[in-house]
């Protein structure tokens, strides 16, 4: 069965603090997506990387960065959390272009 | 740019009525489209996607779509839907030889009522 695991479902940090957030899948995939949710917002992408080691900004990148060391684990950084980073994260995978992506639960990230 | 517009950002109905859920987008090249749905506290879930062939994609649960080159429309429809089918909707595309970033649109909740 198609696994995307994030490593927390709810997280509450402080202001100022560098904040990371694992997503890992075990299908093998090349592309991984990070995503933030806001109401009335949809999904709006933060960052794409579509192998090891490679990545591309997406709509929103400001504040964010990522690191793909390994093919199955796709990480998000904060590097300074401040209260507008609040949010719901979707991590994704798909294996190419033209393939369903598989979303994992999301982590609500509280920031206070 | 590529863009996804969900005309709805709200949608109620009663049981067993039919529904349409609608989604234009932009894009100057050739695109994939999908749709996915999200319940209450979960992830992601692809329903349908056209990549080519048939404009009529048949989805789970009962849903469909219809891809209108002509238009740039991708409407999600189901011809009777249940409580159960209470989520939020998002359609989705990506451009063919292009940046590979699938891009969404804002989302439409579905509410079914009794």
């Known amino acids: 069965d198609v696994k995307v695991t994030q490593s927390s479902r709810y997280l509450v940090k402080r202001t100022g603090e560098k904040v990371f957030l694992e997503c890992v899948q075990d299908?093998?995939?090349?592309?991984m997506f990070w995503y933030r949710q806001d109401p009335g917002l949809g999904l709006r992408l933060i960052y794409f990387?579509?192998?090891?080691?490679?990545?591309e900004k997406g709509d929103i990148p400001e504040g964010y960065s990522v690191s793909r060391e390994k093919k199955e684990r796709f990480s998000l950084i904060l590097e300074s959390a401040s209260t507008n980073q609040t949010s719901m994260y979707l991590c994704?995978?798909?294996?190419?272009?033209?393939?369903?992506?598989?979303f994992g639960q999301g982590t609500r990230l509280t920031v206070v | 740019a590529q863009s996804v517009t969900q005309l709805d950002s709200q949608v109620p109905v009663f049981e067993e009525a039919p529904v349409e859920l609608r989604c234009n987008y932009s894009?100057?090249?050739?695109?994939?489209l999908f749709w996915y749905v999200q319940y209450p506290n979960q992830g992601l879930q692809l329903l349908l996607k056209?990549?080519?062939?048939?404009?009529l994609v048949k989805g789970i649960n009962g849903f469909e779509a219809e891809f209108n080159k002509s238009q740039t429309s991708f409407h999600l429809r189901k011809p009777s839907v249940h409580i159960s089918d209470t989520a939020e909707y998002f359609c989705?595309?990506?451009?063919?030889?292009?940046?590979?970033?699938?891009?969404f649109g804002k989302g439409t909740k579905l509410t079914v009522n009794p």
């Open positions: 994704a995978s798909r294996v190419r272009t033209n393939t369903e992506a598989f």
């Open positions: 299908m093998d995939h090349e592309n």
């Open positions: 990387s579509y192998d090891v080691k490679m990545k």
């Open positions: 894009s100057s090249v050739s695109v994939y």
């Open positions: 056209y990549l080519s062939g048939s404009t």
């Open positions: 989705a595309l990506i451009e063919q030889g292009g940046s590979e970033k699938l891009v």
